[in-house]
């Protein structure tokens, strides 16, 4: 039995879907009805006709209670609470896609690079429509979500609407997804890119890796992708802010309650170091709007895209005690407390995971950007407005991964510079299947064309040669495909 940590400093702001009430929806006011929650168990117990437990209904209650406050308040049952922790650590198994309910519907927002949701041909704004099956219609992000995960070599089966009313059914094997959260190259003019997922727990280890690549190779001039970023923890984005804006306010957390002061972070950084561009869409919310927020009132840099998603409230993870324990801590205690946060707190006492019904996040309070702006519901508006970029012969501009420039592969070889190559072939026009790792026959096809178009010997061999000439390529095609990279790369380079 391992202790409960005490993180109460940690907040965790992600941009989740509208929670759909599962079980009964009370509204209890313990001063004037204490007995009314004892009085549906009981009802329950003698009519329903079924087998359930007394604790089953507490449960059942208490997520209809988290689930009728807002679309972020949600209960999680200890095994749901692992899955989540795991997410926000970065090593979860799955198939690699963030996704969230919008007007009701189930929507992928951002994929993981080089997951099986990627190589399986899976893009930002395709609607999920069943799981395995079954309708996910009135499912909560988190019920679909658990649907979506299993054990790594397991097969899921996804029915996928995009852009119409067809539905298209993907299979998909789920895999251990090791999340890195930043990826970042220099691009040949000098100006850095930075791709930044997510704020989870490791997000600002990778982030310092990337500037100091940036350091190491005097790029001054960064874009700052942070286009499908549903946000994670608050801590992770506060501390990169710091690496970016100027002396002051970061963000203000604004608590409704009593007794808990409200938090101010502050930079203390005397000069910014990089002239930014920062990349956002209707995707990029909580943790991201933060830093977003930041850049913007601070005049770190200018905000390209559209509006951010608008999501300002604060959640923290509540450790709720089961039915037994919150009586055992009563003896002990003669509180009535439900949350062993405070528990451990107040009384210095050990509390176990065992001990634990399950674990609410709450909404508990609001941030301000550093000039005082609440951007829930409308979002943050940028400074360049630029529409997003449309998919390219089912290509998503965003899904281009440059390839290693290393080693050499052969028809019938499996790579993920073959699965890069193959989507940057298939976006320019070249007859490529659905892009995944394997170089089969219509591959080596296609690249002996585009080897002959660039002058290269058409051998059919994916070698370091015609790597850079796709990587030149790459380029090309954002800048083509992708107006609002291009218009942060005309933005830096005058």
Not at 382 to 392: A, D, L, R, T
Not at 448 to 462: E, N
Request: hydrophobic share 40%; net charge negative.
């Amino acid at each position: 039995m391992k202790k409960i940590l005490i993180l109460l400093a940690t907040l965790l702001l992600l941009c989740t879907l509208s929670v759909q009430l599962v079980g009964a929806q009370l509204l209890l006011n313990p001063s004037t009805d204490a007995r009314y929650l004892e009085s549906i168990i009981e009802l329950v117990n003698d009519i329903y006709q079924g087998p359930v437990t007394d604790n089953e209904v507490i449960e059942g209650a208490v997520r209809g209670i988290m689930g009728s406050l807002d679309d972020y308040s949600t209960y999680f049952t200890t095994e749901e609470a692992d899955s989540f922790f795991s997410d926000i650590g970065g090593t979860f198994s799955g198939i690699g896609v963030t996704i969230e309910n919008r007007d009701g519907s189930i929507v992928i927002i951002s994929i993981i690079r080089n997951t099986p949701a990627e190589r399986a041909g899976l893009i930002p704004f395709d609607v999920i429509s069943t799981v395995d099956g079954v309708s996910v219609s009135g499912m909560s992000t988190e019920e679909v979500a658990k649907l979506i995960k299993g054990d790594a070599g397991t097969s899921v089966e996804l029915g996928i609407i995009r852009g119409n009313n067809t539905i298209k059914t993907y299979t998909i094997i789920r895999e251990i997804v090791n999340m890195s959260p930043v990826a970042y190259e220099i691009k040949s003019n000098g100006v850095g890119y930075i791709k930044l997922e997510s704020f989870a727990s490791n997000a600002y280890s990778y982030f310092s890796e990337a500037l100091a690549y940036m350091d190491a190779n005097y790029a001054t001039k960064i874009i700052l992708d942070m286009r499908g970023n549903p946000g994670g923890d608050v801590s992770q984005a506060v501390a990169i802010a710091r690496r970016l804006v100027p002396a002051g306010l970061i963000t203000k957390l604004n608590f409704k309650e009593e007794g808990k002061k409200d938090e101010e972070y502050f930079s203390v950084m005397e000069k910014t170091k990089y002239e930014l561009a920062v990349l956002v869409n209707e995707s990029s919310a909580s943790a991201s709007e933060i830093l977003a927020g930041a850049i913007q009132d601070k005049e770190a840099g200018v905000l390209i895209g559209v509006n951010t998603y608008g999501k300002a409230q604060v959640q923290n993870l509540v450790p709720l005690l089961s039915p037994e324990a919150y009586l055992r801590y009563k003896a002990k205690t003669g509180e009535n407390i439900v949350n062993a946060f405070e528990i451990i707190e107040k009384y210095d006492l050990d509390v176990y995971n065992s001990e634990l019904m399950g674990w609410a996040k709450i909404t508990t309070g609001v941030y301000m950007t550093p000039s005082g702006r609440l951007i829930d519901s409308g979002g943050i508006t940028p400074n360049i407005y630029v529409k997003n970029p449309e998919p390219v012969n089912g290509i998503y501009p965003g899904q281009l991964s440059k390839l290693s420039e290393t080693g050499s592969y052969m028809k019938d070889s499996t790579s993920s510079d073959v699965y890069c190559a193959e989507k940057l072939l298939k976006i320019m026009g070249y007859y490529v299947l659905t892009p995944d790792t394997t170089f089969d026959i219509v591959t080596y096809r296609a690249l002996r064309l585009f080897q002959t178009d660039k002058g290269l010997t058409a051998d059919g061999v994916l070698n370091v040669a015609t790597q850079k000439a796709l990587n030149m390529e790459l380029e090309k095609s954002l800048l083509k495909f992708d107006l609002q990279y291009r218009k942060a790369m005309e933005y830096l380079m005058n």
